[in-house]
């Protein structure tokens, strides 16, 4: 013990090495939060760090004015001696919001699953506080979306790199037409890129091990050359039979979840202006692949995880670790809405809005203040 150094004694050049190594917003929020040295020793970002909205090229119509939303999943933890986290989190569970920023940098909550923007207290838009002396607001994952006055062209968007220390001139997004075809956009250019232009059997598209990874509807998977705009492949086809892939990734490894559903869907039509209408699920099958020798691994069970396909980005969570999440269980959304899916028994149960929000109990709950300016506090 007597060897032990005192943090706050450590050299004022290591201040800056440490905060720039931290990769998303709010860690830098709860670093600057420490102390008055680490709050001077980097700011809250680079000048030029991307910033969201963004304004980007809409993928079929360049004259419509388009924007790039960006939303962020949070665990907020209540941190230990905080006594006044009564009735949200009685226990030492966390659970997940859903926080999407606008241009006025005020915040709405959305359902992690749906996307449904949840209405606060007597439907007004009310502001939030986040004390982060009280909770621990760990950063999930972000999702992206793209808005604008013409009808829905895109499934699913990805971006790529986002960190308050990288600029935005080095980012880039990749989308799923809802044709199926796969778009490529850099910052900066006019208008996107069809990748494999050729095909339009596109799935899903996510950023894993800092790359665009997609796959196509036989569950091949292959990640993006963003030099080229060529498909490398990076693993054999799974030859699912069901009529949806999805990708997610969980525990530092890949997984493909292939959607079946009670009937044929209404298929892909080969042109914009037509959405991919859903259909109710039947069952999931869920597969992971192992790098190490290039093949699909057939999975029963997924031990205390619970995986989340949201309508604009998948992820997975500790059920133990979260309020309101079963284990082994797909949470999504389908023609009934939000539902949840039991992998041992194969049951499917219907989720009344959010498994993780009580709507009776937000007007008293201590991390929502009503009035003042929407903020993050960095304490």
């Not at 919001?97 to 606060?120: A, C, M, Q």
């Not at 993006?224 to 490398?232: A, F, G, I, Q, R």
Request: aromatic share 12%; charged share 20%.
């Amino acid at each position: 013990m007597d060897d032990m150094v005192d943090w706050s004694e450590l050299p004022l050049e290591l201040w800056p090495k440490i905060g720039k190594s931290l990769e998303n917003h709010m860690d830098v929020v709860r670093f600057r939060s420490v102390c008055e040295s680490c709050r001077s020793s980097i700011p809250l970002s680079l000048p030029n760090s991307p910033s969201f909205p963004m304004q980007i090229p809409q993928p079929m119509n360049q004259s419509i004015e388009t924007v790039l939303s960006q939303a962020t999943v949070f665990v907020i933890e209540p941190s230990f001696g905080a006594s006044n986290l009564e009735p949200l989190a009685p226990s030492s569970k966390g659970w997940l919001i859903k926080v999407e920023e606008s241009k006025n940098h005020s915040l709405t909550l959305l359902s992690p699953i749906s996307d449904r923007k949840i209405l606060y207290p007597h439907g007004a838009t009310s502001p939030m506080l986040w004390n982060l002396l009280d909770y621990r607001v760990i950063e999930l994952c972000k999702s992206y979306t793209i808005h604008s006055r013409l009808s829905a062209t895109v499934s699913k968007v990805v971006f790529f790199p986002n960190s308050p220390w990288i600029a935005v001139e080095d980012s880039m997004a990749c989308c799923i037409f809802l044709e199926g075809r796969l778009g490529f956009l850099k910052h900066g250019d006019e208008k996107w890129t069809l990748v494999d232009d050729k095909n339009f059997f596109y799935d899903d598209v996510i950023v894993f091990k800092s790359q665009f990874y997609v796959t196509d509807k036989w569950g091949t998977i292959s990640w993006v050359d963003t030099s080229s705009l060529k498909l490398v492949q990076f693993s054999p086809p799974l030859c699912g039979f069901g009529n949806k892939k999805h990708l997610v990734e969980s525990c530092g490894s890949l997984y493909v979840v292939d959607r079946f559903y009670e009937s044929e869907p209404p298929r892909r039509w080969n042109y914009v202006g037509r959405a991919d209408r859903d259909a109710a699920v039947e069952f999931f099958k869920v597969y992971k692949l192992d790098e190490e020798w290039g093949t699909w691994v057939d999975v029963k069970n997924l031990g205390d995880r619970a995986f989340v396909l949201g309508k604009s980005c998948s992820f997975s969570v500790s059920a133990k670790e979260i309020t309101g999440y079963q284990e082994n269980c797909i949470y999504f959304t389908d023609i009934f809405n939000v539902r949840a899916y039991n992998l041992e028994d194969r049951s499917i149960v219907a989720i009344d809005f959010d498994p993780c929000i009580d709507m009776s109990l937000c007007p008293n709950s201590s991390w929502l203040r009503i009035g003042g300016q929407n903020q993050l506090r960095n304490n």
